[in-house]
């Protein structure tokens, strides 16, 4: 290939005013083929080399075999059919309800990790040191707001806190002064939380417990059971909690009204009203079915391969989204799959995983056809 020199051409001022992409090609020698012009040419003819290389261009792209791009198979339960051929080729993932004789997604799933010895490793773990749910309130909501981050630093965060509270982290607070919460963990540091953040953040428990003298009371005083979700009261209770701190950001406690998913706290209360093989409970009074999935991107993943939605980004419309796809499903208990889900998260050799990469047997289409 000739390459052109690095001055300008000849006929340059004869076509600055029409053609200035032109002679800045010329001047920086980019030109695909220059030697088909030369260093002196017309207007007329880089017009005419241009269309000939455009015409090449194109009829080699005729020529090109073009890209499959290969979509990620999704299931619409919405409008499943209800036949048997994921149970059949997918018994640890899909499993028949016994009493309505529906395919339910995930049963089996719950059914075989919905159990405390596949609970570590995760937060939940130290709930269980607090048969009181007083206590139990307490250090959920202080083990549920450092739950970000990788797993291992998460349970080191929280064991430090906890053992610093003592036995009871309820009496723990109502005793404490400001600067004594300050100075028990002015060491402490999780990720971009500082003790700082930490003491005003425990400042603001401790404030809902004088004020209503527990956390659920201060959540119940926002909780109607004409609310079709938590969010209002969760919204509510978050503004009791930053009240402390006039209001001001906190990494340790996430704000329902700023549109966030605030994964966390949905966690937070998933683990107080639901009781089962693996929530301990405690809060009576609050529907389960107006929880809502505590959303985060491994979720979000799980969801969009479920079909349950196709939102891009793991924001509060999301995990509304997805609950709703979830309340089909089990409609009195839309977040009944979230543990065992995440368990996939973490086991990375079990299956929920592989059949979204792979693909289930069979997916509803939009408008209920079968692809």
């Not at 052109?4 to 005013?17: G, S, Y």
Request: proline fraction near 6%; charge should be positive.
């Amino acid at each position: 290939m000739t390459v052109i020199a690095r001055r300008k051409c000849p006929d340059c001022l004869q076509c600055r005013e029409c053609a200035p992409p032109r002679c800045l090609q010329c001047r920086k020698s980019v030109h695909r083929d220059p030697g088909e012009l030369g260093c002196a040419f017309t207007h007329g003819r880089y017009l005419e080399w241009k269309r000939g290389r455009a015409e090449m261009d194109s009829e080699k792209t005729k020529s090109r075999p073009a890209k499959v791009r290969m979509r990620r198979p999704t299931v619409d339960l919405a409008r499943c059919r209800d036949c048997d051929a994921c149970l059949e080729v997918c018994p640890g993932v899909f499993g028949r309800n016994e009493d309505t004789g529906r395919l339910e997604v995930a049963e089996r799933l719950y059914a075989h990790y919905n159990h405390r010895r596949w609970v570590h490793p995760d937060p939940l773990e130290f709930l269980y040191h607090y048969p009181d749910p007083a206590e139990r309130e307490v250090a959920g909501l202080v083990a549920s707001g450092l739950a970000y981050g990788r797993v291992g630093q998460i349970l080191k965060s929280v064991s430090y806190v906890l053992d610093k509270m003592g036995p009871s982290p309820r009496m723990f607070l109502l005793e404490s002064r400001d600067g004594d919460l300050h100075r028990t963990f002015s060491g402490f540091k999780h990720r971009f939380t500082t003790g700082g953040e930490l003491a005003v953040f425990l400042t603001g428990i401790r404030g809902v417990l004088r004020s209503y003298g527990s956390l659920q009371e201060g959540f119940m005083a926002g909780y109607s059971p004409k609310d079709e979700t938590v969010l209002p009261a969760l919204e509510d209770f978050a503004a009791l909690l930053s009240a402390a701190f006039g209001g001001a950001r906190n990494s340790l406690l996430p704000r329902p009204a700023r549109g966030s998913a605030c994964k966390r706290l949905h966690l937070y209360l998933r683990w107080m009203v639901r009781k089962d093989g693996v929530d301990p409970g405690g809060w009576e009074g609050v529907d389960p079915s107006k929880l809502i999935i505590p959303l985060d991107t491994h979720m979000h993943r799980i969801c969009k391969g479920l079909g349950l939605t196709a939102r891009r980004c793991a924001d509060r419309k999301t995990a509304l989204e997805s609950t709703r796809g979830f309340r089909t499903v089990a409609p009195r208990d839309p977040v009944r799959y979230d543990f065992a889900l995440t368990r996939l998260g973490i086991r990375k050799d079990q299956g929920l995983e592989k059949i979204l990469g792979e693909g289930f047997p069979c997916r509803a289409a939009p408008g209920g056809a079968e692809t």
